[in-house]
């Protein structure tokens, strides 16, 4: 364990990528969470939402998604990493069965729905103040997540920013129509005074942003979650 954090680093079963895995905080709930970091990596607002699913009593797994050059991989070893962190979950005693939740932080959205709809045994998936798709497509992101949303087997929420505008609404609302078409359970919801910023205390400017009501709806989703 490193720091007053209780994070360690592992290695994935079957995979040269590592993870961060927080445990859960007391007795814990049985539940899991794999966080989906962006092409930051796994910085301190990932390493904010780490900790307070951890504090809430959930294993949490953040497995790096970038390469030796630090450049994010491509979608494809992404769906490979992010199986190998759901088994890691699946192999620990600490979780129980169908209590495992998908997270996507900022630009880690997008690949995390794109896992989500191809994976099967997760509760829910969560999508956290990031875009739903790629601005274009090439050799990394073959594929448009929303593209893939009638394979999704599990409920989903969706928080974005009411105030900073990076995901426009028209997107959100295709979201909404392809969920809708599909009969797929959902939650969309638009909050305003939050951002990736806001989610970590120490950044400059955030400090005193009322985030506690973005926290009651992912973590009563959450404790939801079967």
């Known amino acids: 364990m490193e720091g007053p954090d209780r994070v360690e680093r592992i290695d994935l079963p079957r995979c040269e990528h590592p993870a961060e895995r927080w445990p859960a905080v007391g007795e814990g709930s049985g539940r899991a969470v794999i966080l989906v970091p962006g092409s930051q990596g796994i910085d ?5 939402v780490a900790r307070r699913f951890q504090e809430a009593g959930a294993t949490v797994l953040v497995p790096e998604l970038r390469g030796a050059d630090g450049k994010a991989i491509p979608d494809r070893e992404v769906t490979r990493v992010l199986h190998r962190a759901q088994e890691a979950l699946c192999a620990d005693p600490t979780v129980q069965p169908g209590r495992m939740v998908c997270c996507g932080v900022g630009d880690g959205v997008a690949p995390a729905l794109l896992y989500a709809c191809q994976a099967r045994g997760l509760s829910g998936v969560l999508l956290l103040l990031g875009s739903v798709s790629y601005p274009e497509l090439d050799e990394r992101h073959p594929t448009q997540p929303l593209e893939m949303t009638l394979g999704l087997e599990c409920p989903l929420l969706a928080v974005f920013s009411a105030d900073d505008g990076s ?9 909404r129509a392809r969920l809708d078409a599909f009969s797929k359970p959902y939650r969309i919801e638009i909050l305003p005074g939050v951002s990736l910023g806001s989610l970590d205390p120490t950044v400059k400017g955030y400090a005193g942003v009322p985030v506690e009501p973005f926290w009651a ?3 009563g989703f959450l404790q939801q979650s079967p």
């Open 217 to 219: 709806v992912i973590l």
């Open 44 to 48: 301190e607002p990932v390493r904010a």
């Open 167 to 175: 995901v426009p609404a028209a997107e959100i609302e295709d979201l």
